[in-house]
C-alpha cells in the first residue's frame, strides 16, 4: 500500500505543474444585474496535494492536519477604518446558496469613492472600462477594470471601480492608490471585486482563491487572524461537493464560540489544489464535521495566527 501511494503521490507532483486549464467554451449570454452568469465548464483535472509556497506536502490520507506558512503575499486591497473583510456570503466558488452563478473573485462591500489600492508591487496591463470580452465571456461585465502583472506570473483584478486612478504601463508599489470602489458593469451595490489570477490573465479559469493570498486580518488586539483550506476527495478519484460545519473553540476543552457553515467550491469551480478555503478564522482549535453519501466525517484542527491549517478527508 506504501508503494502506491509513493508512486500516486509522484504523478500527482507532475500534475500539479500542468498549465492553469482554459474552459471548453463560452456563451455569449449577457449575464445579469443580479451578476448571474452561465454556467462555464473547466477542464481542470483535481490534484489531491496542497500547494503552498513551503516545501511542506500535506498528505491527506495520512496526516490529520498541516500547519504552513502559507503564501499569503498580497495586501488587502481595502484599508481601514474602511470594510477590509472578506464578504462571507458570497466567498470564493460559492454561489450564495444557490442564488448566484460561481463566484470567481471575492467582495469587499463598501460605498462608493472608498478608495482602492494595489496589492502587491507589479505593472498596470489594463485600466479602463471593461467594454470588451477580454478578461471575462462578456462585456462591460467588469465595469471599470485595472488589472496588475505581478511577479512569478500572478495578476490581481480589480473590478467595478466606479474611478480609475493609474494608466495601463504604469508601475504601482504596494499600497498605490489605484482607484475607488463603485458599481459599474454587472454588479448590486457598491463593492470591490477583487480576483486572484495565475499564469493567464485573461483566462476566466485561471482563478486562484484571494483568501489563500491575501495577508491575514489583524484583531483589535493586534493578533493576526488564521486560514483554513479543505480537501475533500473521493478514494483518490477527485474533488467531491459537500457542505461543511465548523465549530470554532478557544481550545477543545472550551465552549464554542462560534459555528461557521459553508460549502466547497461549486462543482464547476473545482480547478485548484483545494475545494474550499476560508481566512479571517481567531486562532484556536476547530471541529470539522461534514456528510457524504450518509456518512458523517469529523476532525479536529488547530488554526494558528498568521499560518495556514491545510487538511483533507477522504471519503467514500
Not at 288 to 298: K, T
Request: net charge negative; aromatic share 10%; with cysteine.
Amino acid at each position: 500500500m506504501k508503494h502506491i501511494f509513493s508512486i500516486l503521490t509522484f504523478l500527482l507532483i507532475l500534475i500539479s505543474c500542468a498549465p492553469v486549464p482554459t474552459p471548453q467554451s463560452m456563451s455569449s449570454v449577457t449575464p445579469t444585474a443580479s451578476e448571474s452568469i452561465p454556467t462555464l465548464t473547466s477542464t481542470a483535472i483535481p490534484v489531491l496535494l496542497f500547494s503552498t509556497n513551503t516545501p511542506v506536502i500535506c498528505d491527506p490520507f495520512t496526516a490529520d492536519f498541516c500547519i504552513t506558512d502559507g503564501h499569503f503575499l498580497l495586501e488587502r486591497p481595502v484599508k481601514p477604518p474602511a470594510n477590509d473583510s472578506v464578504d462571507s456570503t458570497y466567498r470564493y466558488g460559492s454561489t450564495a446558496n444557490g442564488t448566484r452563478d460561481p463566484h470567481h473573485g471575492v467582495e469587499f462591500v463598501n460605498k462608493s469613492g472608498t478608495p482602492v489600492y494595489a496589492a502587491a508591487d507589479g505593472e498596470v496591463i489594463f485600466a479602463g472600462p471593461d467594454k470588451e470580452a477580454i478578461y471575462s465571456p462578456w462585456k462591460n461585465y467588469y465595469g471599470n477594470l485595472v488589472v496588475i502583472e505581478h511577479r512569478n506570473g500572478l495578476f490581481t483584478l480589480y473590478a467595478h471601480l466606479s474611478k480609475i486612478s493609474i494608466q495601463a504601463g504604469q508601475e504601482v508599489l504596494a499600497g498605490d492608490k489605484i482607484g475607488e470602489v463603485g458599481r459599474t458593469g454587472v454588479a448590486i451595490g457598491s463593492h470591490l471585486h477583487f480576483e486572484v489570477r495565475r499564469g493567464d490573465a485573461q483566462s476566466y479559469f485561471a482563478t486562484q482563491n484571494p483568501e489563500l493570498w491575501l495577508a491575514p486580518k489583524e484583531d483589535e488586539n493586534g493578533e493576526l487572524s488564521g486560514t483554513l483550506m479543505i480537501t475533500i476527495i473521493d478514494q483518490g478519484v477527485g474533488f467531491r461537493y459537500a457542505a461543511f460545519t465548523m465549530d470554532y473553540h478557544p481550545d477543545r476543552n472550551q465552549p464554542r464560540l462560534k459555528s461557521y457553515y459553508g460549502t466547497t467550491y461549486a462543482r464547476d469551480m473545482m480547478n485548484g489544489n483545494e475545494n474550499a478555503a476560508l481566512g479571517e478564522l481567531p486562532p484556536g482549535e476547530y471541529r470539522i464535521a461534514l456528510a457524504y453519501n450518509g456518512q458523517l466525517y469529523e476532525r479536529w484542527v488547530e488554526v494558528e495566527s498568521g499560518r495556514l491549517t491545510q487538511v483533507g478527508f477522504v471519503v467514500k
